[in-house]
């Protein structure tokens, strides 16, 4: 009996579904660091996630190019290269993690719900049985068209 696994291919093999259902068990490293971070841990509704990314994003950003100016400008030389470099890392990192829950959300959504084996031997089987029992009640009309 053959049964039909779907896969994830990383970090050079391959997972099966049955080995293990949570995509936090196979990430790298570095993702599992940043998931653990304190920093990002907003959960938006999701009637304002648009207004998040296409307003309050933005605003952030250009905000952020004008503290780097004030930063670079008001501090003595190594102080502000790194004071500047804080702001674009911390950024980053915010936008690394809530994109990785949002993978990993829908990674477990998609996978919790398909819970189910594909057999393909029991499934060919009995649609060969049912192929047969079609093609003797269509010779059983025939022959009473007769």
């Known amino acids: 009996m053959k049964k039909v696994k779907t896969y994830v291919k ?3 093999k391959n997972i099966g579904m049955k080995e293990s259902k949570k995509l936090e068990d196979h990430i790298p490293r570095i993702y599992k660091l940043i998931l653990k ?3 990002g841990n907003y959960s938006l509704p999701k009637n304002l996630q ?3 990314w296409a307003i309050i994003v933005p605003a952030f ?3 952020e190019f004008f503290i780097t100016i004030f930063l670079l400008i008001l ?3 190594p102080m502000n290269i790194f004071m500047a470099g804080s702001i674009p890392t911390l950024i ?3 936008f690394i993690k ?3 829950q949002r993978i990993l959300n829908l990674w477990n959504a998609e996978v919790k719900q398909q819970s189910f084996e594909w057999d393909i031997d029991r499934i060919s089987e009995e649609y060969f049985s049912l ?3 079609n093609k003797k009640n269509e010779k059983g009309k025939t022959r009473e068209s007769k």
């Open 131 to 133: 192929l047969k029992k």
């Open 37 to 39: 971070l304190p920093i």
């Open 75 to 77: 501090f003595p030389f």
């Open 61 to 63: 950003i250009i905000l």
């Open 92 to 94: 980053l990192l915010v």
């Open 50 to 52: 648009g207004f998040f």
């Open 98 to 100: 809530i994109q990785l």
């Open 10 to 12: 990383g970090k050079g």
